[in-house]
């Protein structure tokens, strides 16, 4: 949250994501277009918080609602490429203050914190029975 909040202060872009529409760009990106039901299995949340928050980032211009690409009748919601550059652009500016703050850092030191916040994230999603979707390559 300090991170957050030191780092957001200064950022003086005028479409800077909403901390749902963070959430939900970057689990589309690692997972591809998802429905209001899948959404909910991962994030625990109702289909009434994910129609407001998905209709939100829709008129936003960051998401488009298409039909299933596996063929199913529900409709997917997918990233649009303006949604896709608002997410890369925000997530830089989180790596530059990430940077910011571990400049001093030794790489040892850099590694071992990521291992420490790996493992907390991967036990509080254990506790929760959600595992939440990441790119393989990271």
Do not use: C
């Not at 199913?72 to 530059?96: S, Y």
């Not at 571990?102 to 994230?121: K, Q, T, V, Y």
């Amino acid at each position: 949250m300090l991170l957050a909040r030191h780092s957001l202060s200064s950022i003086k872009r005028a479409h800077h994501l909403d901390r749902s529409a963070y959430i939900l760009l970057s689990l589309m990106q690692a997972q591809g277009p998802m429905s209001i039901s899948e959404l909910s299995d991962v994030l625990g949340l109702d289909a009434s918080t994910l129609n407001r928050q998905t209709s939100s980032a829709k008129r936003a211009g960051l998401l488009d609602r298409i039909p299933d690409p596996d063929g199913g009748i529900a409709r997917k919601f997918a990233v649009t490429p303006e949604g896709a550059e608002q997410l890369n652009t925000q997530r830089d500016e989180i790596r530059a203050g990430l940077d910011k703050v571990m400049h001093a850092w030794s790489d040892d030191e850099i590694a071992a914190f990521a291992g420490f916040l790996r493992r907390f994230n991967g036990d509080i999603e254990a506790l929760a029975g959600r595992v939440w979707p990441r790119p393989q390559d990271r």
